[in-house]
């Protein structure tokens, strides 16, 4: 595992510089030696099957002034197969996605902390021995942020000025959370929400049993595991469960839709333009 | 090695743990105590990830050079009066403790708890030739008269009822039903008591061995590792040949860890460091001391990607922690080492052919990595198993198949387009539109839908609306 | 065929020039000093450590002290048979004689050579009542005391009987074993058996419920001499 990168961006916040950023209406405290544009690689479950997460991503960069830069040609970065046990194939899309990365210099922004832990460390521990890619990789990963780790730590905003009409919980995915230990970042940003209530979810830091092809190679598992998640989350009686990967967030909802639920699952970045306080 | 039984699948040993309403009840009572005494245990801790740190360090360090400090291990237990005898594999080391007992008239063994002895199916061993063998760590008796096996590293009956045990010993030693622990363990220490003063050997584990001192070092609780080791006039001690540290400083460190790990105890009851058999004016202890260090693979797994989990220390600390042991418990492994540590290192031991389903018996959440005191990185590893498995042809067709699909489509973008597409284009057929869900996949996909609807393919892309927002 | 010791060795030594092993350095760095506590907060911390473990502890400022509470605890049970180490390895003057006063038979730990009688002699030490030790160290931070073996020093004291006195010099006080280890560099050459004894023995092998006295003593009394 490369530590390195995962403490880089920390270490890098401490010393923010803020300017103040006026933005539409409303003003912002921001890191004045930020990049002022990204690379957004979306994913390919955002591609397809939520794409309004990644919308709400784009607007909130754009709201802060960042421009967003969105390479063409950009589809998986190849974790179901690395995941899966099948690593010649995951090096390929591992190249692959380099490749469409490669061209521009901004830094990445990945809103998902899963595809970031595999762009971020699996990809130069696949690649360590490509002469060419390994390098390569070892640079891409060095300027790849999760999209909360990059607001607060990168552009050094907390507050957007959102606005909460509702009761959330918020569900820390596994690989956020322990690969790229990323837990303030998001909590900071659910703390300046106002109004609305953010209610702790019991046994948080429990996986939800989603794990890529986990869930479908032992479904009988992942189903105990969702289950205990599906208690849990109802036991907090939110309305919506807010996370930081899709992927979770799909089978979580996926659960609670089997069950008739009517709580809904959203991506922070979909909560954080939902509203906007006066 | 491990019994595999053939025509009981892994996912057949899932099936049964999943649908076993009192294991259930059983390990979340238990996994959960654990979960919250080492939490607890680990914060009154001072500098906890310093000391973690260090026992990473000694591991690794103890590792890099485990031919040298074994042979320093070895010059010094034989300076102390002690035998040692290495064993290549599981058979070899029963051999070795069958012809010690052949040849000391022994007729019968009492043992304190021993992995090592679970993994090379000793007891099996011993009495083939017609050795009595009772196990004496209260848990291990349970599932010694149970005709069991071990399920947790730590807490080998984990998986049983206080009222199961109860009927257990009402019908095994005749005590009259009762489901009270107490009495349980007053019976349990009477019976006991007797098979210790009447055993001719005792057999132990080790949890470390101290280079520098020949000393082997056995923590527990319970006193019968202490009563194992001194009231049988021979005393055998099993242990793995990567269990060293290489000093005494070295093996506090150690101790500071692996307790608050298992039990949450800053200590175990009983810390005992053997040096050796009786010295000739002692009056009590075993007149003689053998050492078996067993390799039975871990000398190859030395040399592979997951050599790592030979840093292990045995402290269950990842089966406490591990959200899918908490719901199969130990059994539906199939392996003797159970749990995530198992699932990586029973593969390494015994080949990843026969096992290949561990390793993907795991979500990757990195809960065991987390909480192990010397930080191996479990998922890490049961990733280069996955991937030994799929080399190993291992990896069911259906899968490796479509991850083949999978890899060449999104490696082409026009195609990747074309299969979004054609997913939309599902997604309707089976009445799903935008946002909606799917309620029930074909096969090999229907374990999904078992339990939780699919969401539909958006009718409309990300980059499709960022390319229209583009154009406003 | 190459014997298992050789054949172990050199497989070991052939993996080890490929292997990788993380976090592997040549040195594990020495640990900083470990500051020393004063007595009277060594005193403290291990008697509060005992409590919650289900063990007692007493202070006795002088011998006379000491022997009182050792009667005493004889005294709450009915055996009057006890296992003890010898008189020059227990840090109180005077214990021997009142025992003997008091009626209680110091039985002979000694086993016999020959495998049976070794069995018979066992046999008849399971019934003592108490057995009462010295102890060459106790470590503050986790109530331990330290246990070392010699002629005059059985295991089977602190092991059989139900329960174990155990005296202790406030003096031989640290603050955790890795002191006492610095101090005692070789503490294991000189005795064959060294157990550190923290509290009751106990168990928790059903259902995680803590039981005291399983195999070793139920009651662990600790009596500090200063």
């Known amino acids: 595992m490369n530590q390195r990168q995962t403490d880089a961006p920390h270490s890098k916040a401490r010393i923010i510089v803020y300017q103040i950023q006026k933005s539409r ?77 490669s061209k521009s210099d901004a830094p990445i922004l990945v809103p998902s902390g899963s595809c970031a832990d595999m762009i971020v460390h699996h990809y130069p521990e696949i690649l360590a021995a490509d002469a060419k890619y390994g390098p390569l990789a070892q640079e891409i990963a060095a300027r790849t942020y999760e999209f909360s780790q990059f607001l607060v730590d990168v552009l050094g905003v907390s507050d957007l000025g959102a606005q ?67 208690n849990a989350i109802e036991s907090t ?42 | ?89 599981a058979n070899a080391l029963n051999e070795i403790v069958n012809e010690i007992a052949r040849t000391r008239n022994v007729r019968g063994v009492v043992k304190g708890k021993s992995m090592i002895s679970e993994e090379t199916h000793l007891n099996h061993a011993l009495e083939a ?63 006991l008591r007797r098979e210790f003063l009447d055993a001719d050997m005792g057999i132990s584990g080790v949890n470390f061995g101290v280079a520098e001192t020949g000393s082997i070092c056995l923590v527990e609780n319970e006193g019968n590792g202490r009563l194992t080791t001194t009231a049988p006039r021979i005393h055998v ?7 060293l540290v290489p000093n005494l400083d070295d093996l506090s460190v150690m101790l500071q860890v692996l307790a608050r790990s298992s039990t949450g105890q800053k200590i175990t009851v009983y810390t005992n460091l053997i040096t050796g058999p009786r010295q000739d004016d002692e009056g009590d202890g075993p007149d003689e001391l053998h050492v078996i260090l067993l390799d039975n693979g871990r000398s190859k797994v030395l040399a592979t990607e997951v050599a790592e989990i030979l840093y292990c220390i045995r402290c269950g600390a990842c089966l406490n922690a591990c959200p899918v042991y908490r719901e199969i418990g130990g059994h539906a492994y199939g392996s003797v080492y159970t749990g995530p540590v198992g699932a990586v290192l029973t593969p390494a031991l015994e080949g990843i052919a026969p096992w290949s389903d561990l390793p993907h018996a795991s979500s990757l959440c990195g809960a065991c990595r987390q909480v192990c005191p010397v930080r191996i990185d479990i998922p890490r590893m049961l990733l280069v198993e996955r991937d030994w498995a799929t080399r190993a042809g291992k990896l069911q067709w259906w899968l490796r198949l479509g991850l083949r699909m999978y890899s060449f489509t999104v490696t082409r973008p026009t195609l990747f387009k074309l299969a979004t597409t054609a997913g939309r284009w599902g997604s309707r057929l089976v009445g ?34 960022f390319e229209a927002s583009r154009k406003k | 065929m190459r014997d298992d010791k050789t054949l172990v060795l050199s497989q070991i030594r052939e993996s080890l020039r490929t292997a990788h092993l993380p976090a592997a350095r040549a040195l594990v760095p020495p640990r900083a000093a470990i500051a020393q506590g004063d007595r009277a907060q060594l005193i403290e911390n291990f008697r509060r450590e005992l409590e919650p473990l289900g063990g007692s502890s007493y202070l006795a400022r002088n011998d006379e002290q000491a022997i009182a509470v050792v009667l005493q605890i004889l005294g709450q049970g009915d055996g009057r048979e006890v296992l003890t180490w010898a008189d020059e390895d227990i840090p109180v003057r005077g214990l021997g004689a009142a025992l003997s006063l008091n009626n209680y038979a110091r039985l002979d730990v000694n086993l016999p050579a020959d495998a049976e009688g070794r069995k018979r002699k066992l046999a008849e030490l399971a019934s003592a009542a108490a057995g009462i030790t010295g102890a060459m160290a106790g470590f503050a931070d986790t109530a331990s005391v330290a246990l070392g073996t010699s002629a005059t020093r059985s295991r089977l004291a602190s092991l059989l009987p139900p329960t174990h006195i155990a005296i202790l010099r406030t003096s031989d006080l640290f603050p955790d074993m890795a002191c006492f280890f610095a101090a005692n560099p070789h503490v294991t ?19 995680l419920t803590l039981q005291r006295g399983v195999h070793g003593p139920k009651f662990v009394h600790v009596v500090l001499v200063d």
């Open chain 2, 237 to 243: 001690a099993l242990m793995g040949i990567e269990r």
């Open chain 3, 189 to 207: 050459r000189d005795a064959s058996n060294l157990v550190f004894v923290t509290g009751p023995s106990r168990t928790a092998d059903i259902e």
């Open chain 2, 1 to 89: 090695m491990s019994e595999h039984i053939s025509n009981v699948t892994f996912h057949d040993r899932v099936d049964d743990a999943l649908r076993n309403q009192i294991l259930h009840t059983a390990l979340d009572r238990a996994t959960g105590r654990f979960q919250s005494l080492r939490a607890n245990a680990l914060a009154e801790l001072q500098d906890a990830d310093v000391v973690r740190d260090r026992a990473r360090l000694i591991r690794a360090h103890t590792l890099s050079k485990l031919d040298t400090y074994l042979e320093q291990f070895v010059a010094n237990v034989e300076k102390a009066g002690g035998h040692v005898h290495f064993a290549r594999d």
């Open chain 2, 432 to 465: 799903a539109s935008s946002g909606g869900w799917i309620r029930s996949l074909p096969p090999p996909l229907n374990g999904w839908t078992q339990s939780r609807d699919f969401p539909a393919f958006a009718q409309k892309s990300f980059s499709e609306q």
């Open chain 1, 164 to 230: 909460l009409d509702r009761r959330i919980t918020y569900h820390p995915s596994c690989h956020l959370l322990r690969g790229l230990k990323i837990t303030r970042q998001p909590a900071a940003l659910l703390e300046n929400l106002q109004g609305g209530e953010v209610v702790p979810l019991p046994h948080a830091d429990e996986c939800c049993g989603f794990g890529g092809l986990f869930a479908i190679k032992m479904a009988d598992i992942s189903s105990a595991m969702l289950d205990r998640k599906l």
């Open chain 1, 25 to 101: 209406d409303t003003l912002f405290f921001m890191n004045a030696n930020a990049p002022r544009r990204i690379q957004l690689f979306a994913t390919c479950l955002i591609e397809t099957l939520r794409p309004q997460a990644g919308m709400a991503v784009v607007n909130v960069l754009e709201k802060l002034g960042v421009e967003v830069e969105y390479p063409r040609g950009q589809t998986c970065c190849g974790q179901p197969a690395f995941n899966g046990g099948a690593w010649d194939d995951a090096r390929a899309m591992a190249r692959y996605t380099l490749d469409v990365l």
């Open chain 2, 129 to 191: 030739e017609h050795i009595r063998v009772v196990e004496t760590d209260l848990g291990e008796y349970i599932v010694q008269l149970a005709g069991e096996t071990p399920s947790h590293i730590v807490a080998p009956a984990i998986h049983k009822t206080k009222e199961e045990i109860g009927e257990l010993f009402h019908q095994k030693i005749n005590i009259p039903y009762t489901d009270d622990p107490a009495l349980m363990t007053a019976a349990a220490r009477h019976v």
């Open chain 1, 237 to 278: 009686q939110a309305q919506t469960v807010v996370g930081c990967d899709v992927s979770c967030l799909l089978h979580i909802g996926g659960g609670l839709h089997r069950r008739g639920d009517k709580i809904e699952t959203k991506h922070l970045a979909e909560l954080l333009v939902e509203r906007t306080r006066a």
